[in-house]
């Protein structure tokens, strides 16, 4: 895939499969780790990196166990799953982000989604503005 890069900084930066770039590293080797552990990965990857936000979106790459779950009524077993998972593969996937982009990486959220078949992985970096205390509480 080729990459797409928005000019200017209110703009997120956007790497996809194959393109090369730190985003695209990003995308691959997160997918790489869902392939790895599971059997199977995502089909398509894109990531995107806005200030001290990284947000990688994942589509495709259930099991055929997992699908036939859901054709059974059963997503909720398959989202409880992929939720376990994402939560004791979070340092691996901090790893990645923090040795392509250099940045500390200190909350990782994860999230899936059923019908369309969507996983993401968001990564909020060290200098984040949302983790300034302000007093403000």
Do not use: C, W
């Amino acid at each position: 895939m080729e990459a797409e890069t928005a000019q200017g900084t209110s703009e997120p930066t956007i790497g996809r499969d194959g393109d090369g770039s730190a985003l695209g590293n990003i995308s691959r080797r997160i997918v790489g780790l869902h392939k790895e552990y599971y059997g199977r990965g995502p089909t398509k990857a894109k990531t995107y990196h806005n200030g001290d936000l990284v947000v990688v979106l994942m589509r495709g790459g259930f099991t055929r166990v997992e699908e036939t779950l859901f054709d059974k009524g059963r997503g909720d077993s398959v989202t409880k799953q992929r939720a376990d998972f994402q939560e004791v593969m979070g340092e691996r996937f901090k790893e990645v982000i923090e040795n392509e982009l250099g940045r500390a990486v200190v909350a990782v959220i994860s999230g899936s989604h059923q019908h369309p078949d969507l996983l993401s992985e968001v990564f909020v970096l060290e200098s984040a503005e949302v983790l300034i205390d302000d007093g403000a509480d």
